[in-house]
């Protein structure tokens, strides 16, 4: 069973569907059934099961295993990944329903659990998840409501007797089960159940108990905190007239949560075991499910959290002012991290309720405590700063940036009135300076921690992109100060040689100069002078690298120091040209860099091509620079600048590709950082030249410029050195190729036409391999870049001859020749693409039309053939359809590739595929007699 619900890589995924659905729907239910049966037996007898006996312990738990495949079997082909099982309904087909109606069913299931050792009684569990995420379409109102009845009672009867949910397993199950009641009911019908107030409270009970014992896995808490979670969202909504008593429970369990985080911080510090802030990802889920939590009955919310952090605050405050810096300090910075993460994500939570004045007041309350904090602890950086606590802050900002900064925030919010009256902040510039002041200082104190650097200059880049407020933002000072000051002596993360600046923090350097550059560009202008003067520590820096290549053969070269300002001046360079999208700005930049700074980033990616952490980041630059974003690439008529421009990128294509190739044998498991990556940023940076329009590449050969085929030639090389295996097993490298391929065979087919026979023929089967690969972008451009070969190929093979054209490149005798060379290659692509348009859930199917034309024409013969093949293995009573439903695809279409008659094509091809399809449909009858056919 397995092994038909799961896909093979050597199985196209629409044959998997049909063997899957085949199954489905033959034999799955009997298998059901049978494991049942066999668990009714089991229970009957259970008295006398001696679970110590392996046999017997091992039919009953193979029994139990048996029905849950059966009840998690894809039926659908929708759950490719495990991962988002808990997201998904069980789509139990109809046939099922009379199990699912017998409340005998469920109630097999608790008594097993409730009578099998906890070795195996976690199974019984796992077959109740997937039974209470049954489609709801699968039963009419009363039946839903029955069986929602009977499953809560069975719930309860657990609750009510939790000795076995001391087992991890169980206890794990139980909890998924939970969230499983309101991820597939609403709640207007979970009220309606038989002593909803007692579940309801027994429910909030066995939440509070589990928050409060630290001991058990975060992954069980998330489904506890998602049940509350969507219990809560849909409140403003349910009409029902039952009590659902959330207002009593909720504010119970939101206190349980922060009580337990507080109470967790002092464990973390004395037991020495894993802090949960460490997990980022887990705590961001646990943010956000609490953010709805929390907002619900908030007045409780914001009382609690005022109370706690006025304690803690003052308690930090006793400790620092007597000189404690020890474990109690630790502890109880530990317990304002959580609070202001917690304050943070109650305030994001303004999105999911309607809020109020008062509501906004008590948003006030909690931020200027927060600022307040923040500005004491400021004060003692940066000798006795808290990482975690920082990370908090920023979080922090980030919520209250989403809800009460930008374009769409009511600047009347009582928010801004509190802030008003504890801190001064009377409106948005202020508290935007507030931010600034933040990032400022956090880049000056943390230069040694990545994460706080990533954080801040993330919320900086955030911040420059809003229209209102990076408005506002160029006007503050300390913005100013940011736009004039930013080198290593005032921001260390910038500096190259100092020790406390990790290599890994460049990678920030690019965020950085993208932000400061967008805070420029309001004001920028036509101002070259402010522009030099941005500028200023940049060019210091490529003039200090200059120097430092003169002496490059010297002892005294200092090359690691010359590598990492290689490495800053690429990425703050490319962080600039991102942002500089208008064409005067970007002018500016390119007068700039060109060619004497260039030239430094091309020397030093020569010197250390075998260098990846030196190469990509350079590459990654001129691929920047060779972005046409925004048409900011519109060179004037008399200006040699995209010519110019080009022959720099070829260059740096041309110098690496040689470079690169020459390393010989890379291990495998370094072949990507070392070589395929690179490789991939040329490909890119080549499509982005090839197709930015604004280079006339037939410049080149008039005036015997070698720059083009250099590179062409280059790339050939390139491809060549990579195998078909690896071109298709990395994303980024199959995306670049495949776009860059489109790219040459629309616009320089002369190119493609006099490749070496074994190139093309190399080319064409990259092509044949990625019109079946499973990404839609890959097989689209696959469909381009075959439409232009094959059209390229029949024009001149239909053409008349004419007059030769002195500027036309002739094209080589083999690839005129290719479909009577290697007839097998366009014929097997002809094959492929009519079996994916006939056969497989083809989403592409224009882009799929467009070379089957082609194909068709160069190939009618073998056409003929198929076409024969495909009707006679139909059976006898289909043929006809299916000869009829190929004469209609040709019918109106002429021998050419005309636009006219291309469109005629597509048309029919659309009629051809819904026939094929009506045609190909199997009764249900006759399943059975072609079922073992399928499964061969």
Known sequence: MNQVCEAEASRSFTKHRKIASSFRDMQLFDIFQLGISLLKKAHEIIDTVDFTDPEQHGLLSHSLQLVHSCLTFDFIGASTDESSDDLCTVQIPTGWRTIFLDSCTLKLFFDLYRRLPPAISSLTLSCLVQMASVRRSLFNNAERAKFLNDLVQGIRAILESPQSLGDPSNY??????????????????????????????????????????????????????????????PVPYVKASEPHLLETYTPEVNKAYIMSRL?????????????????????????EQLSTIGRYEYKKTCTLLVQLFDEAVQNYSTLIATGQTGVDCCIQEGRLTWLVYIIGSVVGGRVSFASTDEHDEMDGELVCRVLQLMNMTDSRLPQDGCEKLDLAFLSFFEQFRKIYVGDQVQK??????RLSEVLGLSDESMVLSVFVRKIITNLKCWGGSEAIIAKTLQLLSDLSVGYSSVRKLVKLDAIMYMLDNHKSEHFPFLGVNSVQTPAANMHCRTTFYTALSRLLMVELGEDEEKFECFMLPLRAAFDSLGNLFAHVDSPLFRAEEAKRQVIGLARDVRGIAFAFNTKVSYMMLFDWLFPTYAGVMIRAMELWFHDPTITTPVLKLFAELAQNRSQRLQFDVSSPNGILLFREISKVI?????????????????????????ISICFSMLKAALSGNYVNFGVFRLYGDTALNDTFQTFVKLLLSITQNNLLEFPKLSLSYYALLECIAQDHMSFISNLELRVFLYILATISEGLTALDTMICTGCCAALDNIITYLFKRLTRKQTKPVASQIPDSEAFLRIHELHPEILQQMLSTVLNIIMFEDCRNQWSMSRPLLGLILLNEEYFSKLRETMVSAQSPDKQA???????????????????????????????????????LKVPMASLASNQNEMMN
Not at 412 to 417: A, E, G, I, L
Not at 890 to 908: A, H, S
């Open 172 to 233: 794990h199950e139980f909890c998924r089960l939970l969230a499983r009641l309101k991820s597939n009911y609403q709640l207007g019908e979970l009220v309606k159940v038989d002593n909803y107030p007692e579940i309801i409270k027994l429910i909030a009970e066995f939440t509070i108990t589990s928050l409060q014992m630290w001991q058990f896995p975060a992954n069980s808490m998330h489904y506890l905190l998602s049940l509350w979670q969507r219990m809560v969202a």
């Open 654 to 678: 041309v110098g690496y590709g040689t470079r690169i190739l020459s390393l010989g044998e890379v291990p495998k498991e370094q072949l990507y950082a070392l070589k395929l990556k690179g």
């Open 412 to 417: 009347t919010s009582r928010v801004y009135r």
């Open 263 to 287: 109470d967790l911080v002092a464990v973390v510090r004395r037991e020495n075991i894993d802090d949960p802030m460490d997990d980022q990802a887990m705590l961001s889920q646990q943010l």
């Open 881 to 919: 359809a299916m000869a009829l439903c190929f004469d209609s695809l040709m019918e109106g279409v002429d021998r050419t590739l005309l636009t006219k008659n291309r469109d005629k094509f597509t048309q029919n091809l659309s009629v051809f595929r819904h026939d094929i399809n009506d045609s």
